[in-house]
């Protein structure tokens, strides 16, 4: 079984920063996707930003220049630091990550619990 545990949301002004966490424990042989999405009230979950097999990232437009996705492999941990943000930042952002147990060959999703993230203007 595997969990993903997010933190670091909060309150924060326009312009300032956050940094989000998001820690997978359990079952974990590897962990091919790192990423981060949002959804704010009464849209559909979006991208944020992911890594692909740990090399290459991926940015949605909103976010590109003022995010940054990045890992520590040894902890199976993924950040996502924010800066400049923007009362349109203002969502729940949930941290997904594909994972296959070890010895096997198959992966699956998952994804952690949420955490809101509120920019006040």
């Known amino acids: 079984q595997v969990q993903l545990v997010e933190s670091g949301g909060g309150l924060v002004q326009t312009g300032g920063s956050l940094r989000l966490s998001c820690a997978a424990s359990?079952?974990?042989?590897?962990?091919?996707?790192m990423g981060w999405y949002r959804q704010a009230p009464g849209n559909q979950r979006e991208l944020v930003a992911r890594?692909?097999?740990?090399?290459?990232?991926d940015y949605a437009d909103s976010g590109r220049g003022r995010f940054t996705i990045s890992r520590d492999i040894a902890k199976n941990t993924w950040y996502l630091q924010m800066n400049s943000l923007k009362a349109e930042d203002t969502a729940v952002y949930y941290c997904?990550?594909?994972?296959?147990?070890?010895?096997?060959?198959?992966?699956?999703?998952?994804w952690g619990q949420g955490t809101q993230v509120t920019v006040s203007s």
């Open positions: 997904y990550a594909r994972i296959r147990p070890p010895m096997t060959s198959t992966y699956s999703g998952y």
């Open positions: 359990g079952s974990i042989g590897r962990i091919d996707i």
């Open positions: 890594l692909i097999n740990g090399g290459s990232s």
